[in-house]
């Protein structure tokens, strides 16, 4: 019986990313399309966004999945003291991201980048805010997760929520890792 | 390998049972109800807007002077605009969905796939949370000082950006979109993996009511092409709130234009696959109905549930024909129009199953087969004028005329409302344990009936003849004077069809309370939730059910029991040689 619960939040889940998926995969369209329609990129007349925020981010990113990663495998294992550790290294990971993000968007409006500033500045501000709002709702997951964590009784019994909330969590670590090879890199 | 609810005992307080229900049972009413009511709103805004049309300039009969003081009752042409807007999004956002998906989808997929309960009960009751939320924020926005959204139901920039729209209403469209979005594929989510999981043991795909096909295929399709609008709309959003540019273009961006287009592209990207996540479920009913009702098995079952299949994945490739007049390259016009035309064929199949089914048949005309007739005509009326705005050649001409309006109209609204009629007839027994009146009810079918043809040919009449769509007065324009006649007898139509619902109305408060009891099956059907008392118990199924035929088991001569169907959950009779 409890496997199959595992199956149907199983299915739901690979539902829910898809639909997720969507929705960036519909950003990243938007943006091919404006990116192939300009003969110039950034347009004319527009200085090329500040990369040093957007690589920290990456790093961030990067090895929030590692120690998430590294929670679940300790959540699985009952072993509820490095599970709180890497559960409390992963949020401040992800809320360093969040500050990186402030700083970065402070950045852009520094070097003249506003939402208001065309085209390549929108893209760079609303894909933005739309992986950052599906972050900070990752972190309030990872916000409950932490409360569990100091519940001794709840050891291992939300198998369920703490691995789909990982998953959940790469997820947005790959669109960030997108993100950035498409807004900054390409 | 199929998961059960437990069995919990039902809620008590008034709260808990009819507020914060986890049941799908009390959902799907929460949902008919939402429904009916913005049916009533989008209607009346249906009858301004036609009564605009036929008789311009004079103030709108009895309610007219307490809707447009400053008028003297005429609808002002601010005014007329945000009324075809929020009709459009009001009827297929607001009512066709929530009562075709929301409401029976909830009622009838785990009765009929013999499940205590949908497989997220939280997720099911937050689903319908952000509709009724979604819904407030419309309903709000018909107060705000510049009214509501008024740049049609698509929204198209540069209409639908501050320039074009200025005010809150367009604002507020949007929002109430994308918290919509959020609760259709909250929705989604629960029936897909319902339909997948919870299953009675034994029920296999296809052992599936077709109802649970198109409902799953809907889900399906929801799931994917939902989220594609809620991304345009945020972006609409952020445009109108926050000053970005992703669809502006020219003088209005400062440097380095956005691209109004692309939002249509984003539009139509889901709002093709919207037309058959609208029509899905109500083909899967209709497939039903018309075999419990010609009491013979559906005519190629595999087939119209596998056509349905092909229709569903065909959806998503075709919607460029939406946009032949936006100066789209020849070649891709010409494949757009290629694809759209190969959706002929499997939807041919199985509208020949459907005729299949009846043929021959021992019909019996109760008032959810003469809706579910209704709908094969109104249909076929529908698909077939399709091709002539699917063709590059005659859409050039075609496109942005009422033949267009016409022509959603008989599929998406003709054919969905009807098919909710028939599932609200056929189903109203199990959901309220009573009877709806039959001959209350064929009034109402020949009234719709009637009403909903002169209003919808009368549209493609006037369309073939020139009518642009969305314009407050056509008559202004000296040719289009010959076809006030014409416009007069829709709007009759219009109103005709308005006073047919009276009936149905009525029908339906009245047998709530007052209808004659209803058996346990009263149309002899054999589908799952007919096994159970009406209406069911709070967990459905005291045991889960195991699942030994199909759901469409008529008229099989080796029958001995009285009976000319059998249960899902009987063996099937075999015949002496076998
Ligand atoms: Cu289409």
């Known amino acids: 019986m409890k496997a199959q619960t595992q199956k149907s939040h199983q299915i739901a889940l690979s539902v829910a990313l898809i639909s997720w998926g969507m929705l960036f995969a519909t950003l990243f369209l938007g943006y091919a399309v404006y990116r192939f329609q300009m003969p110039q990129w950034p347009t004319a007349g527009v200085r090329t966004a500040p990369l040093q925020w957007p690589i920290i981010s990456t790093i961030l990113v990067v090895l929030s999945s590692v120690s998430c990663h590294l929670a679940l495998v300790h959540y699985r294992t009952l072993r509820s003291a490095p599970f709180r550790v890497y559960t409390w290294i992963s949020w401040c990971l992800g809320l360093a991201f969040f500050v990186s993000q402030f700083l970065f968007w402070e950045n852009l409006s520094q070097v003249g980048l506003y939402t208001q500033s065309g085209i390549y500045a929108s893209l760079l501000h ?5 992986h950052a709002a599906h972050m900070a709702l990752a972190m309030i997951g990872l916000t409950t997760i932490l409360f569990l964590a100091y519940r001794e009784s709840s050891m291992g019994s939300r198998q369920t929520l703490v ?7 790469h997820f947005l670590g790959i669109i960030w890792i997108l993100m950035f090879i498409v807004l900054f890199i390409l | 390998m199929t998961y059960v609810h437990a069995k919990h005992d039902a809620p008590t307080t008034f709260w808990s049972k009819y507020i914060v229900s986890y049941d799908h049972k ?21 009858l301004l807007i036609r009564w605009t049309l036929a008789f311009p300039g004079q103030p709108f ?3 007219g002077h307490m809707l447009f003081p400053h008028t003297d009752g005429v609808v002002p042409p601010d005014t007329y605009a945000m009324l075809f807007s929020l009709h459009g999004t009001i009827m297929i956002f607001y009512a066709i969905t929530p009562i075709l998906i929301g409401a029976f989808g909830n009622y009838c997929i785990p009765l009929m796939i013999g499940a205590r309960d949908m497989a997220f009960p939280l997720l099911n009751m937050l689903s319908f949370h952000f509709a009724a939320l979604s819904g407030l924020i419309l309903l709000a926005s018909l107060f705000l000082p510049l009214g509501g959204a008024a740049a049609g139901w698509t929204s198209y920039p540069t209409l639908s950006t501050l320039i074009g729209s200025p005010g809150l209403g367009q604002t507020f469209w949007c929002l109430a979109i994308f918290v919509l979005g959020i609760s259709s594929t909250m929705g989604a989510i629960n029936y897909i993996t319902t339909i997948i999981s919870f299953r009675a043991p034994g029920m296999g795909y296809f052992d599936m009511p077709l109802t649970i096909w198109g409902l799953w295929l809907t889900a399906i399709l929801n799931a994917i092409f939902i989220p594609v609008l809620g991304a345009g709309v945020l972006l609409l959003l952020f445009d109108r ?3 970005t540019t992703f669809f502006l273009a020219g003088a209005a961006a400062t440097s380095g234009t956005g691209d109004p287009i692309l939002f249509q592209h984003v539009f139509w990207i889901f709002g093709h696959p919207e037309v058959y996540i609208l029509i899905l479920p109500a083909w899967g009913i209709v497939s039903d109905l018309l075999s419990f009702f010609a009491r013979k098995p559906a005519f190629g079952y595999k087939a119209t549930a596998l056509s349905m299949t092909a229709v569903t994945v065909l959806s998503t490739l075709v919607y460029g024909h939406h ?33 299949g089914t009846i043929w021959r048949g021992s019909i019996r005309f109760d008032s959810p ?3 579910a007739l209704g709908v094969v005509f109104v249909f076929g009326l529908g698909g077939l004028t399709g091709l002539y705005l699917g063709t590059v050649t005659t859409d050039l001409y075609l496109h942005d005329t009422y033949f267009v309006v016409g022509h959603f109209h008989y599929t998406m609204a003709a054919s969905v409302l009807l098919g909710g009629f028939a599932a609200t007839y056929f189903w109203f027994p199990k959901m309220f344990g009573r009877m709806m009146n039959e001959t209350w009810a064929k ?16 549209m493609m009449v006037v369309g073939w003849g020139g009518m642009h769509r969305r314009l407050y007065n056509p008559f202004v324009y000296e040719f289009m004077e010959k076809l006030i006649p014409m416009n007069t007898f829709i709007t009759w139509s219009a109103i005709l069809m308005g006073i047919g619902q009276l009936p149905f109305v009525y029908n339906f408060i009245h047998s709530m309370f007052y209808g004659e009891k209803a058996s346990e099956n009263p149309w002899q059907v054999g589908t799952l939730e007919w096994t159970l008392p009406s209406p069911p118990i709070h967990y459905n199924f005291e045991e889960i059910p195991v699942v030994k035929c199909g759901p469409h088991e008529f008229g099989n001569p080796n029958l001995n029991n009285g009976r000319d169907f059998q249960y899902q959950t009987e063996e099937l009779v075999k015949g002496p040689q076998a």
């Open chain 1, 126 to 130: 609303g894909m933005t805010w739309i």
């Open chain 1, 163 to 169: 691995s789909h909330l990982t998953t959940f969590w």
């Open chain 2, 26 to 46: 009390v959902i799907a009413k929460q949902f008919l109800w939402y429904g009916i009511f913005f049916l009533g709103v989008g209607g009346l805004m249906a």
């Open chain 2, 61 to 63: 009969p009895v309610i």
């Open chain 2, 241 to 243: 709130l926050f000053g």
């Open chain 2, 323 to 355: 946009m032949f007049t936006t100066q789209m390259s020849p070649l891709l016009t010409q494949t757009f129009m290629t694809l759209t035309m190969t959706i002929s064929i499997p939807s041919a199949v199985f509208f020949a199953n459907w005729l």
């Open chain 2, 369 to 371: 087969m003469l809706f």
């Open chain 2, 443 to 458: 009034v109402h079918f020949w009234l719709t009936m009637i009403g909903l043809n002169g209003v919808f040919f009368g």
